[in-house]
């Protein structure tokens, strides 16, 4: 069992990515190319000034609050990036792997002013992506879902960004439709299916290998999500959380997520399980997969910027080695 830390990485969001530091010797892709860049990784969560919503069980728990504006900055994700990346003397070595993102997006009704935000800046992150100088091109995916799921280009990449850009145009659209993405009827159920999303994104899209290439989802929802196998809405839900995760951390892919704290038909409900607190005594799913988690309210709210996080999640993952399974 690793000692799993969650970590408030982000006291300062970098709007442009530079060289990426890479922060283990032994991390493939590692060039020999020494850099004096000082990255600095947050030892412990408390110094960071970043509430740490994955470790806290408390009365706190999920509480994104921090918006230290004397260090002018905003939320950054919560990253558990496992036990190795800290306390040891950062090599400075500089690293690049190749960068696929696949978006997994709940496209039911109130999610339109979040796919508003991802259409404007999507070309934002190509271009900070590009600027880092990858040894090729980023490729992107994108999986929608309601209570069923639906895998664009049949899992094949999008090369041309404007593409990409024009499909977010499309599904943004079609939020207002508030029907399932294969057409099959309307959504009357507040849980969605964010579950079989991440799994088809995970085992469908065609990534390019683990050993060279960072593989990202950047997933958003604000609503709890149905654990297959089960019906849901009348959709056939195929897969749980624990199928899920296990599937996620085969293909080596860290979980991004843009996910709310309370929702629901009462706008009280605590929808945070899962994506910034724990789910039935299991891990959250991007603490279980090296990723991090924004609060979707923070950014629809304009206190996080939604490119520079992503851009953020890309500058401190690269490189770094996939956390072993819990
Ligand atoms: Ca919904
Ligand atoms: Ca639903």
Redesign the pocket.
């Known amino acids: 069992m690793r000692a799993s830390r969650s970590l408030g990485l982000a006291t300062h969001l970098r709007p442009v990515l530079g060289l990426t530091t890479c922060l283990i010797l032994a991390a493939p892709g590692c060039s020999d190319d020494a850099s004096g860049e000082d990255d600095v990784l947050g030892s412990d969560a408390a110094d960071s000034g970043i509430d740490s919503g994955f470790t806290s069980s408390s009365g706190e728990s999920g509480e994104a609050t921090s918006s230290d504006s004397s260090s002018g900055s905003t939320t950054g994700p919560l990253l558990d990036l496992g036990d190795s990346t800290t306390g040891t003397a950062e090599t400075g070595e500089v690293c690049n792997e190749d960068v696929d993102i696949v978006f997994v997006m709940d496209v039911?009704t109130t999610m339109g002013p979040f796919l508003d935000k991802l259409e404007q800046e999507i070309n934002a992150v190509d271009t900070a992506l590009n600027a880092l100088n990858l040894p090729s091109p980023p490729q992107y995916g994108l999986v929608v879902f309601?209570?069923d799921v639906l895998i664009s280009n049949a899992g094949a990449p999008y090369t041309d960004v404007n593409q990409l850009r024009m499909d977010f145009e499309m599904w943004n659209n079609f939020t207002a439709s508030n029907q399932q993405v294969q057409g099959g009827g309307s959504?009357?159920?507040?849980?969605?299916?964010s579950l079989d999303a991440l799994y088809i994104g995970a085992s469908t899209f065609q990534w390019r290998p683990a050993e060279t290439t960072l593989r990202l989802i950047i997933h958003t929802t604000d609503?709890t999500f149905?654990d297959g196998p089960t019906t849901?809405?009348g959709?056939a839900i195929q897969h749980g959380y624990a199928d899920t995760v296990s599937r996620l951390q085969l293909e080596q892919i860290r979980v991004f997520t843009f996910a709310a704290l309370i929702g629901g038909s009462c706008n009280c409900e605590d929808v945070s399980p899962g994506w910034s607190a724990p789910y039935m005594g299991m891990n959250a799913i991007p603490e279980s997969t090296g990723g991090g988690w924004w609060n979707i309210d923070e950014v629809l709210a304009n206190q996080i910027s939604l490119s520079a996080s992503i851009d953020q999640a890309v500058d401190d993952t690269m490189c770094v080695p996939y956390p072993p399974p819990d």
């Open positions: 039911s309601v209570d959504n009357s159920t507040w849980p969605e299916n609503d149905w849901g809405n959709v």
